[in-house]
């Protein structure tokens, strides 16, 4: 919406909004390029009226379930700009009419089975000229449009889990009765899930303070850092207490305790590791040398 032209705006935007367009996937990490964005090698040469698209991306999901992908790729080699977080453009490519051009092979993940995530080996993509979003070798700083609100929605997430988690340990712990008296009694049970539940609901209010700000297009990067880091350990701590309190069955797949415990291990990866926000807090807020 940001950074589209006119006629990508009404061309997309209706049929996304009536769920006719899935808009679903974004292809941007590399096998060699994590958080590095700027060393992505997937390249884009422009041919007349097209774009002929080369290379590879991981960890790519949702790709069943999408007719576009925005897709990033260098439109000027690395080595060829003064700034190296230049040079990077963005396309939306339709993949309803991709073809062989996109080869996927689906990972198996520990985490998120109800999600399809892959590799992608992308081989002669062409892509109208009219595709490109944004401006071209400018798409890294798009891309920064986009971080805040996802870490935004992402800690909304985490925490939404995490309330599961402590709902369901708290019933169970009510009622799981051992020694003629329900578990929950014992404070060795009672109050790591009190402490669980008092740093989910502080990481709620960071979440909402990030919000806010962002909805009144105030600058939020250090609250929406904030929020995903203490939105995402709390939730993995909250789900780590659900599995403690629920014994084995916590580990057994006929409950969902260990679902939980499994896809809230990823938040503290994806889409920013807890390590890259410390180092942003570091660096931006704190004012200390950059570490890398």
């Given at each position: 919406m940001k950074h589209g032209t006119d006629v990508q705006k009404e061309k997309y935007l209706p049929k996304i909004a009536t769920g006719e367009l899935r808009f679903r996937s974004l292809?941007?990490?590399?096998?060699?390029?994590g958080f590095d964005t700027s060393k992505i090698t997937t390249r884009a040469v422009k041919k007349g009226d097209q774009y002929v698209i080369?290379?590879?991306?991981?960890?790519?999901?949702?790709?069943s379930e999408t007719d576009l992908m925005l897709l990033a790729a260098?439109?000027?080699?690395?080595?060829?700009?003064?700034?190296?977080?230049?040079?990077?453009?963005?396309?939306?490519?339709?993949?309803?009419?991709?073809?062989?051009?996109?080869e996927a092979r689906r990972l198996h993940m520990m985490t998120r089975h109800s999600v399809d995530t892959n590799m992608l080996f992308i081989s002669d993509l062409k892509v109208p000229v009219e595709n490109l979003l944004g401006e071209e070798d400018n798409g890294f700083y798009h891309l920064l449009d986009t971080l805040n609100p996802e870490r935004i929605y992402l800690s909304a997430e985490?925490?939404?889990?995490?309330?599961?988690?402590?709902?369901?340990a708290v019933e169970y712990a009510k009622q799981r009765i051992v020694?003629?008296?329900p578990i929950g009694k014992n404070q060795g049970i009672a109050f790591p899930l009190?402490?669980?539940?008092?740093?989910?609901?502080?990481?709620?209010l960071m979440r909402y303070k990030a919000a806010t700000m962002y909805d009144n297009?105030?600058?939020?990067?250090p609250e929406a850092n904030m929020a995903k880091l203490r939105a995402s350990e709390a939730a993995s701590k909250a789900c780590d207490r659900a599995?403690?309190?629920l014994g084995g069955y916590g580990l057994a797949n006929d409950f969902d305790i260990e679902r939980y415990y499994r896809d809230i291990r990823l938040m503290r990866i994806a889409p920013v590791s807890t390590e890259m926000v410390l180092n942003y807090l570091s660096e931006h807020v704190l004012g200390l040398p950059r570490s890398y």
């Open positions: 292809a941007v990490t590399e096998p060699n390029a080369n290379g590879q991306k991981a960890f790519i999901s949702r790709l260098r439109t000027t080699p690395i080595d060829s700009v003064q700034k190296r977080t230049k040079g990077i453009s963005l396309f939306l490519v339709d993949m309803r009419e991709s073809g062989k051009a996109i985490c925490i939404g889990l995490g309330r599961l988690a402590i709902r369901r020694f003629d008296r009190a402490e669980a539940y008092s740093e989910i609901e502080v990481a709620d297009g105030q600058q939020c990067g599995v403690q309190t």
